[in-house]
C-alpha cells in the first residue's frame, strides 16, 4: 500500500484548505482511512477517519464542525477539507490506512502511512 499526501501549505487564520491522500497498490473496499496530525513536540493526534466501503466518519471534538473527510472511489483518494483554520492546527498531517473497517482514532491501528504533508496556520 502506497499513500501519498499532498495539499498542505501556509494559510491564515480563518483560511481555509484542502489536503488530498492517493492510495495505490491495494483494493481499498474493506479498509479504514485516517487523518492524523503532530506538531513539533507533541503525541501524533487523530483527526479525522472514513470508513471507504460505506463512508461512515468520525471526528474528535477539536475539528468537529470544521473539518471534513470524503472519498472518491474512482480515483482512489480521501480528502481532509479543513474550514475556519486555527494556528493549533499546524503541524504535519499525515495520512494512513488499516485493512479493517473500524473508525479508530488510535494511531496503533493503522498499518500503512503516507509521508506527511505541513499545514502552517499563521495568526
Known amino acids: 500500500v502506497q499513500l501519498q499526501a499532498s495539499g498542505g501549505g501556509l494559510v491564515q487564520a480563518g483560511g481555509s484548505m484542502r489536503l488530498s491522500c492517493a492510495a495505490s497498490?491495494?483494493?481499498?473496499?474493506?479498509?479504514?482511512m485516517g487523518w492524523f496530525r503532530q506538531a513539533p513536540g507533541k503525541e501524533r493526534e487523530f483527526v479525522a477517519a472514513?470508513?471507504?466501503?460505506?463512508?461512515?466518519?468520525y471526528y474528535p471534538d477539536s475539528v468537529k464542525g470544521r473539518f471534513t473527510i470524503s472519498k472518491d472511489n474512482a480515483k482512489n483518494t480521501v480528502f481532509l477539507q479543513m474550514n475556519s483554520l486555527k494556528p493549533e492546527d499546524t503541524a504535519v498531517y499525515y495520512c494512513?490506512?488499516?485493512?479493517?473497517?473500524?473508525?479508530?482514532?488510535?494511531?496503533?491501528?493503522?498499518?500503512?502511512w503516507g509521508q506527511g504533508t505541513q499545514v502552517t496556520v499563521s495568526s
Open positions: 472514513i470508513t471507504w466501503s460505506d463512508g461512515n466518519t
Open positions: 494512513a490506512a488499516t485493512p479493517i473497517v473500524v473508525l479508530s482514532p488510535h494511531p496503533a491501528d493503522y498499518d500503512f
Open positions: 497498490g491495494r483494493t481499498f473496499t474493506s479498509y479504514t
